[in-house]
C-alpha cells in the first residue's frame, strides 16, 4: 500500500519529523505514451532515451487486465523480489486484484488481495500474503516512466525499507527538467545535512521550534538549511549519469521514488494500457470508480 503525500516535502516538514510514506508523491503534468513497441521519446540530438527495452535474461510476466495487455520484465540482480514475484504469479495470487490506487501523472498500484471482489468504496492497500520482502534498493536503479517497484510500509514503521510482500507499482510520472530533479533530491540532501554532527544544534532547534509551534522561527532556520543544503544538491545531481538526467527529461518517471523504493522490473508492452488506467476517474482514496482487475497473469519464460 502507498500513501499519497506531497511531490517535494519542504525542508521545515523534514525537520518536523514528516516522512515519505508508502509511495511517493503527486505529479502535475500527465505524460502519455503509446504502446512501447511504438514509443519514442522525443529526440535529443537524434538519439532515443526511452526506456521500455529489458535483456532477454529478464523473465517476461504477461499482465491480462480488464483494459488491456501489458507484459513486465523481472531484473534478475533484484533477486529476492524477482523469485517472489514469480512464486505468486504462479500461484495465480494476482488473478481477480485490483489497480485498487491510481494517481494520474505518478503511478498505478496493485496486488492486495483483500481487493478482490471488494465492494465500491472500500479503501484498499493494507493487505498482502504475511510476510514482507528485504529491500534491495539500488541507486543506479531508478523511477523512470514504466518502472516496476515495490510498495512499503512508511519509514517510521518499516525504517529498514522492506518491501510489500505483493503489492507493486508501475510508474506513469512526469517528464522532469533540472530543477524539478533538483527538487527531488532535497530529501535526501536534507539526510545527509541531519547526519553531519556540524548541523545537530540547526536540526535540534528546528524541532523545538516546530513543537512549540513558532513557525516564524522554524520557517528562518528552513532558509538558512537550505542554502546549506544547496552545495550538496548539486552534488548528488552531478554524480548522475547524463543518460538517466536525460531519460527522466524526455521519457519521465519520478525521481524522487529513488533509493527509496525497490525497482525490480520495468513495463515493456502496454504503454497504452498503462495511460489507460492512469486516466481512469478515482475517488477521494485513489480507487478508480469503475474497477480494473488483473485477469491473469504468468510466466512467459
Not at 65 to 82: F, I, R, S, Y
Not at 89 to 116: A, C, E, T
Not at 176 to 182: G, I
Not at 229 to 243: G, R, T
Request: aromatic share 8%; hydrophobic share 35%.
Amino acid at each position: 500500500m502507498l500513501k499519497k503525500t506531497l511531490k517535494f516535502l519542504p525542508v521545515a516538514m523534514i525537520m518536523a519529523g514528516a516522512l515519505v510514506p508508502y509511495t511517493a508523491c503527486n505529479s502535475e503534468n500527465k505524460n502519455t505514451q503509446s504502446d512501447s513497441t511504438t514509443a519514442v521519446a522525443p529526440a535529443v540530438s537524434g538519439e532515443d532515451y526511452s526506456d521500455s527495452t529489458a535483456p532477454e535474461n529478464w523473465v517476461r510476466i504477461s499482465v491480462k487486465t480488464t483494459v488491456g495487455d501489458m507484459v513486465l520484465a523481472l531484473n534478475p540482480e533484484q533477486k529476492q523480489h524477482t523469485e517472489n514475484f514469480i512464486k505468486l504469479v504462479n500461484q495465480g495470487f494476482y488473478n481477480g486484484v485490483l489497480f485498487h490506487r491510481v494517481i494520474k501523472d505518478f503511478m498505478i498500484q496493485s496486488g492486495d488481495p483483500k481487493s478482490k471482489g471488494a465492494a465500491p468504496n472500500v479503501q484498499l492497500g493494507d493487505g498482502g500474503p504475511g510476510y514482507t520482502v528485504p529491500n534491495e534498493i539500488k541507486s543506479n536503479l531508478r523511477h523512470f516512466r514504466g518502472a516496476l517497484s515495490a510498495a512499503r510500509q512508511s519509514d517510521e514503521l518499516n525504517p529498514m525499507k522492506n518491501s510489500s510482500g505483493s503489492q507493486f507499482f508501475i510508474v506513469t510520472g512526469t517528464k522532469v527538467e533540472e530543477a524539478q530533479y533538483k527538487m527531488a533530491l532535497e530529501t535526501i540532501a536534507f539526510e545527509l545535512f541531519r547526519k553531519d554532527p556540524a548541523n545537530a544544534e540547526t536540526v535540534r532547534k528546528g524541532q523545538i521550534m516546530s513543537q512549540s509551534g513558532n513557525m516564524a522561527g522554524l520557517r528562518a532556520i528552513e532558509l538558512e538549511v537550505k542554502e546549506k543544503m544547496n552545495p550538496i544538491i548539486d552534488k548528488l545531481y552531478a554524480e548522475i549519469p547524463d543518460i538517466d538526467k536525460k531519460r527522466y527529461a524526455t521519457w519521465g518517471g519520478a525521481p524522487n521514488l529513488d533509493n527509496n523504493y525497490t525497482v525490480f522490473g520495468k513495463l515493456i508492452s502496454g504503454y497504452n494500457v498503462l495511460s489507460a488506467i492512469e486516466n481512469q476517474p478515482t475517488n477521494m482514496q485513489d480507487r478508480p470508480t469503475r474497477d480494473i482487475s488483473i485477469i491473469e497473469a504468468k510466466v512467459l519464460k
